[in-house]
């Protein structure tokens, strides 16, 4: 595949939900030629979809104005919030033909905190038109700010997480009309930093007994040097017995948690594991009443 010269791929990171756009009309370049711009006619895309944001995720989007195809190799985003570039998902190359668009899925890096949302940002993109191959680095805009708002939230979530970890417990299933309970778990940790946790909040997929405004309220003390590991039973339903939405399901066990960390409110996203998903799904389709025997 082509690509940019000595390009390796680093170690991408494991990864709520609004959706993002910057749109960039660039300059003509000769074809072979490494330039600073596209052809005319290219235009670049940077986006977030629903279905990105558990997996920390992003798309390059290119669409292709001309009437000539285009070979899109090594796509990568700089952006100095976060500790390596964002680089192609899938090692591969992708062929837009006139008119298309083509997605090109990232893999986001872990934030580094501390610098500003003024910070810039640039994509390389190596492509091909016409057998003749070219390099363009243009800077990115983020006019719709889903990366300010994944770089403040994580950012938060470390400050949380010095205090406290938090994650997602033990599972009890329950019979149909009862809710069951998830566990949420809090350890102190050995840094420094007070966490408070009012709320949780229900998912596309899953509620809880009771709720306020869609927010389940919670007072969760990790303040001052008297701290004790704390394990909470959230009241678990159901959102709806769709099948079609339990199947095709991507976020409704990512949960939303609302704290105070340092007198500095916030949220940030806690997910089930792999096998807590699993167990939480098969008991919808048992509880709803379309499991299998």
């Not at 952006?79 to 964002?86: E, L």
Request: aromatic share 4%.
């Amino acid at each position: 595949m082509f690509g940019l010269p000595g390009n390796r791929r680093r170690l991408r990171s494991a990864a709520p939900a609004a959706v993002a756009m910057l749109l960039l009309a660039l300059a003509a370049c000769a074809p072979g030629s490494e330039s600073a711009s596209l052809p005319q006619g290219i235009a670049v895309e940077l986006r977030q979809s629903r279905a990105d944001v558990a997996a920390r995720q992003a798309m390059v989007s290119v669409h292709n104005g001309t009437d000539r195809p285009l070979e899109v190799g090594d796509v990568s985003v700089t952006d100095s919030r976060f500790s390596a570039p964002a680089e192609r998902v899938v090692d591969r190359t992708s062929a837009v033909a006139p008119g298309a668009t083509a997605d090109i899925r990232v893999q986001l890096a872990e934030v580094v905190c501390g610098v500003g949302d003024e910070a810039g940002a640039t994509v390389s993109l190596a492509y091909r038109r016409d057998g003749h191959e070219g390099t363009a680095v243009v800077p990115i805009a983020d006019t719709v700010p889903f990366v300010a708002d994944l770089h403040a939230r994580e950012c938060l979530r470390e400050d949380a997480l010095r205090s406290a970890a938090v994650e997602l417990g033990g599972f009890a299933p329950s019979a149909a009309d009862a809710p069951a309970t998830l566990d949420l778990v809090v350890t102190p940790q050995q840094g420094e930093g007070d966490l408070r946790i009012t709320g949780i909040r229900e998912t596309n997929l899953l509620t809880f007994a009771e709720v306020d405004a869609g927010l389940h309220r919670l007072d969760i003390d990790q303040t001052g040097t008297d701290r004790t590991a704390t394990t909470v039973g959230l009241p678990l339903l159901p959102l709806r017995c769709d099948p079609h939405a339990v199947q095709e399901d991507k976020r409704g066990t990512v949960f939303r948690v609302f704290v105070r960390v340092g007198g500095r409110d916030g949220s940030f996203d806690v997910a089930a594991s792999p096998e807590l998903r699993g167990e939480i799904l098969g008991w919808i389709a048992d509880w709803c009443g379309f499991g299998g025997d």
